[in-house]
């Protein structure tokens, strides 16, 4: 097959696996996906691949170090003002949540990086605990795999590394499971539908459900099958976001169920572990002994290698002989953040975006590139940020510059292949069952090279990622 024939395939396939139905927007009416199409996935090299596979060990100690550490915050063992930054903007009874005893050691299931290749290495700018794309890049990778491509994690590798996860959870080789989707994250709705039929297929019962179609007994909770016939569910993928909890129909009952054990539900209510002021926390000099003891010898050199150098937006002043650290302009310690306003945009290779727990905080929502604002604008983000320390912290991260590549595409309005220079994003799915993590594939999202913000944008190039011989 040629290019133009593989994307054609690639185009063809997508409507049968029912992926992206009704999610098309400004894209050509022959155009069966929301992002432009590749004959290729995204190549990487084998030691690229070794230090990805390394990566998900990294990130379970880490998310583990965090858990410990706000623990140890909310009982006084460590400063109390730790638990208070992750606690900032949350209700009393999401801070309840992830305090319970229930839930005391669990951390998520799915782990998922964002992560830009630089000149530098790898810097990984996010992470996120209830991804989506988990069912599309499960999907495109099996069609890249049918072409011939030694695609990572390989055909299935989505799949079974989910499934995995789950049997883990349910401590059962054909457990039931319940995929339980909010209106807030309705357009992930269809690729979890492929999920459900994925899992299904490799012996993990799966329903895909709204909040409202979850049926609550003290014995347990139920959703119906094909045949409207109840059964009785082992594991719920909590597919919702906490700060959306006042929208989530029974969302109490459910939490219930997770408390009384009677289901076992991932990933944990644990609001303070989506947080990106985490990694802020991870660059705090006061908790580097804690960091060095909790994550060894091998965890803690290899992200703050990767880790950019993030702050907390705090709007609280400073006492005059302060600083706020690691943070200079030309050389000049930063000691107020308004300082930060005056500065000319070359120097303003930083970007301003919510913490967490907010409608904001995912989907590059709320992003301020300071280089790629005007004055007036980044100003404005600045203060933004410190007008909501109290209800939706902000961080500040050093911005980092993906490196330039080529890819092609199939353009559907001249019928040919074109090629673009262009910047990726990746983001590898990593799936965790006890002390083991297994890299279940990268999606490669690949922007315009003149653009700021990367992410699935319509002009974007979205394919899985595959080994370079």
Request: some cysteine.
């Amino acid at each position: 097959m040629d290019a133009r024939h593989k994307c054609l395939f690639i185009n063809d396939e997508i409507p049968k696996a029912k992926l992206f139905e009704g999610q098309k927007r400004d894209v050509h009416p022959d155009c069966n996906t929301s992002w432009r199409i590749s004959p290729e996935p995204f190549w990487i090299f084998q030691e690229d691949l070794r230090w990805f596979e390394a990566l998900g060990t990294h990130l379970l100690n880490f998310y583990r170090a965090c858990n410990l550490l706000y623990s140890q915050s909310a009982r006084g063992i460590q400063p109390t003002w730790i638990a208070d930054y992750l606690e900032l903007g949350k209700p009393e009874k999401v801070i309840r949540y992830g305090r319970m005893n229930r839930f005391k050691s669990q951390l998520p299931g799915v782990l998922r990086p964002d992560i830009l290749p630089t000149a530098d290495g790898m810097a990984i700018t996010e992470l996120d605990s209830i991804p989506g794309f988990i069912g599309a890049t499960g999907c495109l990778s099996m069609l890249y795999a049918k072409l011939g491509y030694p695609v990572i994690g390989g055909s299935e590798g989505m799949v079974r590394g989910y499934a995995e996860m789950i049997r883990a959870l349910a401590k059962k080789e054909h457990p039931t499971l319940a995929i339980v989707v909010s209106d807030e994250s309705k357009d992930y709705w269809a690729e979890m539908i492929w999920l459900e039929a994925a899992l299904c297929e490799v012996g993990v019962r799966t329903r895909t459900v709204k909040p409202n179609e979850v049926i609550f007994t003290e014995a347990g909770l139920f959703v119906a099958d094909e045949v409207g016939e109840k059964m009785a569910v082992d594991v719920f993928y909590r597919f919702y976001e906490l700060f959306d909890l006042p929208n989530i129909p029974k969302a109490e009952l459910m939490f219930y169920s997770a408390k009384k054990r009677t289901v076992v539900m991932t990933p944990p209510p644990k609001a303070y572990l989506e947080e990106k002021l985490c990694l802020a926390l991870f660059h705090h000099p006061a908790l580097q002994p804690f960091w060095k003891r909790h994550l060894g010898k091998k965890t803690y050199p290899f992200l703050q290698k990767t880790i950019p150098q993030t702050w907390i937006l705090d709007a609280r002043p400073l006492p005059p002989h302060a600083v706020i650290p690691n943070l200079a302009v030309d050389g000049n310690p930063v000691t107020d953040w308004r300082q930060l306003s005056d500065v000319t945009q070359r120097q303003r290779e930083l970007v301003i975006k919510p913490s967490g727990f907010s409608e904001l905080a995912w989907g590059s929502r709320g992003v301020a590139i300071g280089h790629d604002l005007p004055t007036e604008a980044w100003e404005s983000a600045v203060e933004n940020g410190l007008a909501n320390f109290e209800k939706t912290p902000y961080v500040l991260q050093q911005f980092h510059t993906a490196k330039r590549v080529r890819m092609q595409y199939y353009d559907f309005d001249t019928g040919d292949m074109q090629e673009m220079a262009c910047r990726p994003l990746l983001r590898p799915y990593y799936f965790v069952t006890g002390n083991t993590v297994t890299l279940g594939g990268i999606q490669a999202a690949v922007c315009p090279a003149d653009k700021k913000i990367l992410h699935g944008m319509v002009d974007s190039i979205i394919v899985p990622c595959a080994i370079k011989s």
